[in-house]
């Protein structure tokens, strides 16, 4: 008689670890032990251990001038695994280059990771300047960026004040009422616009992508500004960008632009400047 062969035990331990970085990457903010502890289950010295694991493998990393913690870099790895296997970035990848060359431009598609935003996706028009060495792997600031304000625009108010006030925190040259300008009219719009802001002489524009899992993308388009000029993003660039990023959402069962915008409640007038303080 074949003898009965027993399921593997469960690492309590890894459980445990993957339970916490579930939490971090469900909430709407950075989480400290206690929260932790409340929704897990776990005894406090020992979310307290876990977490400092965790930091000290590079997944989650602690607040500046807070007890709490968030995610960090560790995970884009992780996050990347994730894109791959639902093919976002080869979705994407034939709507950006499209998009840039209609518009002799460069696009991206960008995650956030702290207070940046990633490039996880690029594509350059093969007439358009070697302006500016923005690629896969680029990081450009949330505040600042068109890239950055649109994925702003397209998280929920909470997450986007959290986020922004970090940002803001961590030594933008963006002033919080300046910031708030942009993502209201980001949000009435459906698209982010930043024009010398990020880098001096680079105009651009984005809109922000919802995934049914609930993650948010952006896609942005822009090149140096005496290609790009305001009058060109205008007329060409913006209508392009909302109907590229419309139909990759459409590709992927998500929604992008003013139809996601609108669906976001506004961030509270003074409260991204009340949490930066």
């Given amino acids: 008689m074949r003898r009965r062969t027993q399921p593997p035990a469960n690492v309590t331990a890894l459980e445990r670890g993957f339970a916490v970085l579930d939490c971090f990457a469900r909430a709407a903010g950075p989480l400290g032990n206690g929260d932790i502890a409340e929704a897990t289950g776990i005894p406090r010295p020992t979310a307290y251990r876990l977490i400092s694991t965790l930091v000290a493998l590079g997944q989650l990393r602690p607040c500046p001038d807070s007890d709490k913690y968030e995610l960090a870099a560790g995970v884009v790895r992780l996050a990347q695994s994730f894109l791959g296997a639902i093919d976002a970035r080869r979705l994407v990848r034939p709507h950006l280059v499209a998009l840039a060359e209609a518009c002799g431009a460069s696009a991206f598609l960008g995650l956030r990771d702290g207070t940046d935003i990633l490039v996880v996706e690029a594509a350059r028009a093969?007439?358009?300047?070697?302006?500016?060495?923005?690629?896969?792997?680029?990081?450009?600031?949330?505040?600042?960026?068109?890239?950055?304000?649109?994925?702003?625009?397209?998280?929920?108010?909470?997450?986007?004040?959290?986020?922004?006030?970090?940002?803001?925190?961590?030594?933008?040259?963006?002033?919080?009422?300046?910031?708030?300008?942009?993502?209201?009219?980001?949000?009435?719009?459906?698209?982010?616009?930043?024009?010398?802001?990020?880098?001096?002489?680079?105009?651009?524009?984005?809109?922000?992508?919802?995934?049914?899992?609930?993650?948010?993308?952006?896609?942005?388009?822009?090149?140096?500004?005496?290609?790009?000029?305001?009058?060109?993003?205008?007329?060409?660039?913006?209508?392009?960008?909302?109907?590229?990023?419309?139909?990759?959402?459409?590709?992927?069962?998500?929604?992008?632009?003013?139809?996601l915008t609108a669906a976001v409640p506004p961030v509270p007038r003074k409260r991204m400047a009340a949490s930066s303080a």
């Fill in 126 to 259: 093969r007439s358009a300047v070697a302006f500016l060495g923005a690629d896969v792997g680029t990081r450009m600031s949330l505040a600042s960026s068109a890239l950055g304000r649109a994925w702003l625009s397209g998280v929920d108010a909470l997450t986007c004040a959290t986020v922004g006030a970090d940002t803001l925190a961590a030594g933008s040259t963006v002033t919080a009422s300046r910031l708030d300008a942009a993502l209201r009219k980001a949000r009435r719009l459906g698209y982010a616009a930043s024009q010398g802001e990020w880098h001096a002489q680079i105009n651009a524009v984005a809109t922000p992508v919802r995934a049914p899992s609930g993650e948010v993308f952006a896609i942005n388009c822009g090149g140096p500004s005496f290609l790009i000029t305001p009058d060109k993003l205008h007329d060409l660039v913006i209508p392009r960008l909302l109907r590229a990023a419309a139909d990759f959402a459409d590709e992927i069962g998500g929604i992008s632009g003013p139809a």
